[in-house]
């Protein structure tokens, strides 16, 4: 006879004694921070004469973890949200401020949140005192400087995290707004000296929320498209710009170039009058697609990085009547052009072409040392920059002369660093195979005629 299975009895846990102990063990994090940061101070006894009502008053007055929510009416994915909060959460613990001036001393921006505000109330507060206190005043002469300091770099994080996700494809931009409550402020609040103190005294005053909160809003600015005529056909076109905040408000600015930026020869009389008309840029959404299928990269931020730098740089080739070449650039390598073209009034980004490409200066000049064409590069599997950085032709000689005779020896510089530098190795697709493709390149070196016609790519 099979014997009866029981049930396994369900383990009882005590959330409020759980609830304690993490307590217990986050106030024992708190205190080992602030042991260190006095020790930064240059002092190895200043945290021990600290009187234990003054360590828990420092505890409560602590600053809350930075807290990332979404806007109303806005949905933000699970996955983006986790990966904004990774990021700012990273560049806390990586950018420091100051301790003491001129002792070489630095603690993080979490640090500085946790522990680092609150002690600096406590040391303009002047109505403590006890021996040892006075060591504090060198850290309290950096109270406003840091307090400025870390306002603006949490607002650089938090504008950076934005930039890293916009989607400027789905004709939006992230934006961010920074809210802070300020600490509990209640003068006839104080704890009593240690010879009174109790643990229901102690529960008490720590069941209060007397910290410093920041709550980070990420909201969406939708880009305002506008439909121009091109070629007899009407496009819908994207407007290219950052936000910038005003007054803790997201405005909306337009990039433009000048006429002299463009070179365009218009005639009028006043040459000053000349330099000062702006067009404003607009982008198609084929250009975005180009550019992602040519760059082969995986991460968002890095077309736009080189969308935004391609107009600062304003390194311009004109082509024809109306018509530009826009060079983009990433690490102070040329890796391509934007096709640009006056129309309406704007200047409109039309497609995006490799350096490598057919219709770039070095492209051509490529076809003309070696013969390849567009079915060729394309059958190769080297018109794109993943392409490139995934085969082998860093290691043929006669391959990577002509690529540099050419011009190209730019994005040959890139794949290395793609290629061994972990700060470029994450903007790979690690899913993309390896192509081992420099013999057979040299099979295909056929030097052309100077007037032999490249194919539109």
């Known amino acids: 006879m099979a014997k009866k299975k029981h049930a396994r009895k369900k383990k009882y846990v005590n959330h409020v004694e759980q609830q304690k102990l993490h307590e217990a063990q ?25 009187p234990l009502t003054e360590k828990i008053l420092l505890y409560m007055f602590r600053g809350a973890p930075l807290k990332i929510v979404a806007a109303e009416g806005v949905k933000i994915h699970k996955r983006l949200m986790t990966v904004l909060r990774k990021t700012i959460k990273f560049q806390q613990a990586s950018m420091t401020l100051e301790v ?32 040892g206190k006075e060591q504090l005043a060198k850290y309290a002469e ?31 931009l992230h934006t961010y707004k920074l809210e802070t409550t300020a600490m509990y402020d209640d003068p006839d609040f104080g704890m009593p000296p240690d010879d009174t103190l109790n643990r229901r005294i102690v529960e008490k ?8 909160h920041q709550k980070i809003t990420i909201g969406t600015y939708i880009l305002e498209t506008r439909e121009v005529s091109v070629d007899g056909e009407t496009h819908s076109v994207i407007p290219v710009g950052v936000l910038v905040y005003v007054e803790e408000e997201p405005k909306f600015h337009h ?48 077309y736009t990085k080189v969308l935004v730098g391609a107009l600062m740089r304003k390194e311009i080739i004109p082509t024809a009547k109306n018509r530009m070449l826009i060079a983009c650039f990433t690490n102070e390598l040329k890796i391509g052009y934007f096709l640009a073209e006056m129309v309406d009034g704007v200047i409109l980004l039309r ?27 394309r059958y190769l599997s080297i018109d794109t920059l993943q392409g490139l950085a995934n085969s082998d032709i860093e290691q043929n000689r006669l391959i990577c002369k002509l690529f540099r005779e050419a011009g190209c020896g730019s994005i040959l510089k890139l794949c290395k660093k793609m290629n061994t530098e972990p700060a470029m190795m994450w903007l790979m697709d690690p899913s993309q195979p390896k192509n081992i493709i420099s013999d057979l390149i040299t099979e295909y070196l056929n030097p052309s005629s100077d007037d032999e016609e490249y194919v539109e790519e």
């Open 205 to 212: 005053a720590l069941s209060l929320d007397f910290r410093l």
């Open 351 to 377: 497609t995006f072409r490799l350096i490598t490409n057919s219709g770039t200066p070095e492209g051509d000049k490529l076809s003309q040392l070696t013969g390849l064409q567009a079915e060729d590069r």
């Open 100 to 131: 003491i001036r001129g002792n070489g001393q630095m603690m993080t921006y979490a640090d500085y949140m946790l522990v680092g505000m609150s002690l600096e109330h406590h040391a303009c507060d002047n109505n403590i005192t006890y021996p």
């Open 255 to 302: 990039f433009a170039l000048s006429s002299n930026d463009i070179h365009i020869n218009m005639h009028i009389k006043k040459r000053n009058a000349l330099s000062e008309l702006k067009f404003p840029v607009y982008i198609q959404q084929h250009a975005l697609d180009r550019m992602r299928e040519r760059l082969g990269l995986v991460v968002p931020a890095f």
């Open 142 to 172: 950096l109270r406003e400087e840091r307090e400025a300091a870390y306002e603006k770099g949490i607002k650089e994080i938090c504008n950076y995290a934005c930039w890293v996700f916009n989607n400027i494809k789905e004709k939006y």
């Open 26 to 50: 986050y106030q024992n994090f708190f205190m080992d921070k602030l042991q260190k940061l006095c020790r930064q101070m240059g002092s190895e006894t200043l945290y021990s004469q600290i």
